[in-house]
């Protein structure tokens, strides 16, 4: 890869020996090698900006979790030298909650969570990324719920008058990437054009395009098997927004020999809480769901679905408005 180290034997190599050399390793200083100067970090609570900021973030997430472990699960990636390269890196996280900070007083729980980080990266350096925690899975580890957490979140930041405002709608995502011209025809946009169906309704092509023995591993740390799950997961999140935009936002794929066909979808929600579900009565609310996705095709349709967001951050802006 041209303008990047020789020890990086290929791009999911890159990205998975910097995850484990800043984490595990604790070299957290090397953020400042790796990240491009004013790179922007969106997460559904907001941005940051510059590889300074990263490196406070992260302190401050390994002096709660010390001992966290960052497995990575796959990275589904697109790119060249002369664009660049984007990665969408599916990490399990694995980590200990053994000292005070922004999930509370330390608990001493194991918890085990998922993350899922879009990066794009040109010589050597991470210079735009998006980023999807499971706060919900978290949480619910610690004996609190989504609701919960996120009123006692908006107390920590202030409250409701001087908490950060979560990534929405009229935030400037300033854009440092675009995507990457992709052929016409490829299992990315076959994803992204399944998740418009269902975020049209038409649930009925979940029968059609999911193998029956889907397994989908679900916000909050839950997980649906085969077809009824399936509709019932996007049931609630449709019923809670029936009138919101749907929008794909990325699309990256990866056709590996003997793997499966591998699709990332980053997608957002944007629309009005006018729906009764799992985030309570209609709030009237403006929500923004920041969203990633990653499946896997087997002869029979999608086998293994991963879908993330942040229920904490759709709670937060629904106490936001409802006080």
Same mark, same amino acid.
């Given at each position: 890869?041209? $303008?990047?180290?020789?020890k990086?034997k290929?791009? @999911?190599?890159?990205?998975?020996?910097i995850? &484990?050399?800043? %984490?595990?390793?604790?070299?957290?200083? !090397?953020?400042? =090698?790796?990240?491009?100067?004013?790179?922007p970090?969106r997460?559904p609570d907001?941005?940051?900006?510059? *590889?300074?900021?990263?490196?406070?973030?992260t302190y401050?997430?390994?002096k709660?979790?010390?001992?966290r472990?960052?497995?990575?699960e796959?990275?589904? %990636?697109? $790119?060249?030298d002369?664009?660049?390269?984007?990665s !969408?890196?599916r990490?399990?996280?694995?980590?200990?909650?053994?000292?005070?900070?922004?999930?509370?007083e330390?608990?001493?729980?194991?918890?085990?969570?998922?993350?899922?980080?879009d /990066?794009?990266?040109?010589n050597?350096?991470? &210079?735009?990324?998006?980023?999807?925690?499971d706060?919900? #899975?978290?949480i619910?580890?610690?004996?609190?719920?989504?609701?919960t957490?996120?009123? =006692?979140?908006i107390?920590? =930041? $202030?409250g409701l008058?001087? /908490?950060p405002?979560?990534?929405?709608?009229n935030?400037? *995502?300033?854009l440092?990437?675009? =995507?990457?011209?992709?052929p016409?025809q490829?299992?990315?946009?076959?994803y992204? +054009?399944?998740?418009?169906?269902?975020f049209?309704?038409?649930?009925?092509?979940?029968?059609? /395009? &999911?193998?029956?023995?889907?397994?989908q591993?679900?916000?909050?740390g839950?997980t649906g098997?085969? %077809?009824?799950?399936?509709?019932?997961?996007?049931s609630?999140l449709?019923?809670?927004?029936?009138?919101?935009?749907?929008?794909?936002?990325?699309?990256?794929?990866?056709n590996? @020999?003997?793997e499966?066909?591998?699709?990332a979808v980053? %997608? !957002?929600? #944007?629309?009005?809480h006018?729906?009764?579900?799992?985030?309570?009565?209609?709030?009237h609310?403006d929500?923004?769901?920041?969203?990633?996705?990653?499946a896997?095709?087997g @002869?029979?349709?999608?086998?293994?679905?991963?879908?993330?967001? +942040?229920?904490?951050?759709i709670w937060?802006?629904?106490?936001?408005?409802? $006080?």
């Amino acid at each position: 890869m041209e $303008g990047f180290n020789k020890k990086f034997k290929d791009f @999911p190599d890159y990205i998975l020996k910097i995850t &484990y050399q800043i %984490w595990e390793e604790k070299d957290v200083e !090397s953020i400042m =090698q790796y990240y491009a100067e004013g790179i922007p970090v969106r997460f559904p609570d907001g941005i940051i900006y510059g *590889p300074e900021t990263v490196v406070k973030a992260t302190y401050a997430t390994l002096k709660e979790f010390p001992d966290r472990q960052l497995l990575g699960e796959d990275v589904i %990636w697109i $790119g060249n030298d002369t664009e660049g390269y984007l990665s !969408s890196h599916r990490i399990l996280s694995r980590a200990t909650h053994a000292n005070n900070g922004v999930y509370g007083e330390a608990t001493g729980k194991k918890l085990t969570y998922r993350v899922i980080a879009d /990066c794009a990266c040109k010589n050597n350096q991470v &210079y735009d990324e998006w980023l999807v925690r499971d706060q919900g #899975s978290i949480i619910r580890q610690l004996n609190l719920d989504p609701k919960t957490y996120a009123t =006692q979140l908006i107390d920590h =930041q $202030g409250g409701l008058d001087n /908490c950060p405002t979560p990534f929405n709608k009229n935030t400037d *995502p300033d854009l440092k990437y675009t =995507q990457i011209k992709l052929p016409d025809q490829n299992i990315g946009y076959e994803y992204a +054009d399944i998740l418009k169906n269902i975020f049209s309704k038409n649930l009925d092509i979940i029968e059609n /395009c &999911y193998d029956r023995a889907i397994n989908q591993e679900q916000p909050g740390g839950f997980t649906g098997y085969g %077809w009824q799950d399936v509709k019932t997961f996007w049931s609630s999140l449709l019923s809670a927004f029936p009138d919101a935009s749907f929008k794909i936002e990325h699309v990256s794929f990866l056709n590996e @020999p003997n793997e499966y066909a591998k699709a990332a979808v980053r %997608w !957002s929600l #944007s629309g009005i809480h006018s729906g009764s579900g799992n985030f309570g009565e209609p709030s009237h609310a403006d929500v923004y769901v920041m969203g990633i996705s990653h499946a896997e095709f087997g @002869p029979r349709g999608i086998k293994n679905e991963w879908v993330l967001f +942040d229920e904490t951050s759709i709670w937060k802006q629904i106490l936001l408005k409802t $006080g």
